[in-house]
């Protein structure tokens, strides 16, 4: 690599090697089974392997990428020492040869704001220890929009094997998305995949009224949006508030870049903006590969549940 290797490129490069070396750490403390739960509120909580993977990653990307503006899911104390023992020096070679988009050729570091959920799926992980559930998620945005992410599932295929390498996804709107094939979903059929352990009633009603032949409860944005490009599922219906802003960021962008939508319950894109301080969806999430599937979703979600969350946003500012 040289110093004319486009800023984006070298960020999604050593990403990918970073979610890696985070994975493999969340694989380790999962088989030691010390996870050293705390519980952060209603059924949120953080592990060990969440602080340990994110640790890992911030301490990694911000060395090496001091300008850009990185906001990752846990609040952590400094801890220089172990930022040491944690950092990876590493980039994917195949990556940093690719052509990158002429928009994106000219980006700096101070352009870019990192998105980082060391581990999504934790209610998932900590109550009934579904580690397939379980993603690393690194996104990155550009004046407010998702361009870039990088899913990584430590898990991957379905094993609990410490030897396992995981699988790696990563997608730039524009470039494409590599890691995966994407899957159309079965075309005589609506199946909707939604929240499992975040849901409510108002959640369920507007899912039904939607008249999906199948509704699939799992855990975690990351995965649901791999259910989306596995074809297992023609969207993701979250119309609550309650994920944020690192749990959308790079799933949205890898579904971009396959040409698909991330997006709220009106239909208006998430903004990725570091400096508003509270990084709550409030107006929910609504994701597809196709996007009049998405269309026809935002057109069908009942005013009722699109005004209670006006409703609900109004009252928290
Ligand atoms: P879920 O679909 O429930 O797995 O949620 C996707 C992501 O959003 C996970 O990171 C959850 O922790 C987060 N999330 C969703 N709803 C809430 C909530 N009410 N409180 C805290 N986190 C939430
Ligand atoms: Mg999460
Ligand atoms: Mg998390």
């Known amino acids: 690599m040289d110093n004319t290797t486009p800023v984006m490129l070298r960020l999604i490069s050593c990403a ?68 040491e023992r944690l950092f990876v020096d590493d980039y994917d070679q195949d990556i940093l040869k690719m052509k990158i988009p002429d928009e994106y050729r000219h980006i700096k570091e101070e352009d870019v704001t990192i998105w980082v959920d060391p ?98 409860k799992v855990g975690g944005a990351g995965n649901k949006v791999l259910y989306i490009m596995e074809g297992k599922v023609h969207a993701y219906v979250f119309p609550s508030h309650g994920s944020k802003r690192w749990d959308t960021g790079a799933p949205e962008a890898i579904l971009k870049s396959l040409g698909g939508c991330l997006t709220d319950v009106f239909g208006n894109p998430i903004e990725y903006d570091s400096k508003i301080g509270n990084y709550d969806n409030f107006l929910g999430v609504v994701a597809a590969l196709d996007p009049k599937i998405h269309s026809r979703i935002i057109e069908n979600i009942p005013t009722d549940c699109k005004n209670h969350l006006v409703e609900y946003y109004k009252a928290k500012f």
Not at 41 to 54: I, P, W
Not at 61 to 72: A, E, N, S, Y
């Open 16 to 83: 990918v090697r970073i979610a890696s070396s985070a994975g493999e750490v969340v694989r380790n403390i999962t088989n030691s089974g010390n996870l050293n739960v705390v519980d952060k509120g209603v059924q949120d909580f953080q592990t060990e392997a969440d602080r340990t993977a994110q640790r890992l990653i911030v301490a990694s990307l911000g060395r090496k990428f001091p300008k850009c503006t990185i906001v990752g899911e846990e609040t952590l104390a400094e801890d220089k020492a172990a930022d």
């Open 119 to 216: 581990l999504d799926g934790t209610s998932e992980y900590v109550r009934l220890r579904q580690v397939s559930q379980i993603t690393t998620l690194i996104g990155f945005s550009i004046a407010g929009r998702s361009i870039a992410g990088v899913i990584h599932q430590p898990f991957y295929p379905n094993s609990q094997d410490a030897n396992s390498l995981g699988r790696t996804i990563w997608g730039l709107v524009g470039l494409g998305c590599y890691g995966i094939e994407a899957k159309s979903p079965e075309a005589n059929k609506f199946i909707i995949t939604t929240t499992s352990s975040h849901g409510n009633k108002i959640i369920d009603d507007c899912v039904k009224s939607l008249s999906p032949d199948e509704i699939m």
